[in-house]
């Protein structure tokens, strides 16, 4: 059974920051890349970042510089700090494995994700 939790959103002026958090269960976490994903109000989910179970990163082009995703393995937690916020920045943020993990039905899985909105 995997269940991912996703918590840390908020309201952010332009320029702020905010750490983002998943806690992880299931056997999934220490064996496989996680990432964060964002849906904004309209548009399809994209991924922010990925890191892979040995802590190498790869970042979207519209955060890189910005955001830096990270990993404890021993707590099965992975974590977004976001920093320079933009408006365009909001959205749900989600984190999952990369691929996204897929249940026994073959539909992927997604936690309920947590909102981060920026704007004055």
């Known amino acids: 059974q995997v269940r991912l939790v996703e918590s840390g959103g908020g309201l952010v002026q332009p320029g702020g920051s905010l750490r983002l958090s998943c806690a992880a269960s299931?056997?999934?976490?220490?064996?496989?890349?996680m990432a964060w994903y964002r849906q904004a109000p309209g548009k399809q989910r994209e991924l922010v970042a990925r890191?892979?179970?040995?802590?190498?990163?790869n970042y979207a082009d519209s955060v890189k510089g910005r955001c830096t995703i990270s990993r404890d393995n021993a707590k099965n937690m992975v974590y977004l700090q976001m920093n320079s916020l933009k408006p365009e920045d909001t959205a749900v943020y989600y984190c999952?494995?990369?691929?996204?993990?897929?249940?026994?039905?073959?539909?992927?899985?997604w936690g309920q994700g947590t909102q981060v909105t920026v704007s004055l």
């Open positions: 890191i892979t179970p040995d802590g190498n990163t």
């Open positions: 299931g056997s999934i976490f220490s064996i496989y890349t």
């Open positions: 999952n494995t990369d691929p996204p993990w897929r249940l026994t039905t073959g539909r992927p899985y």
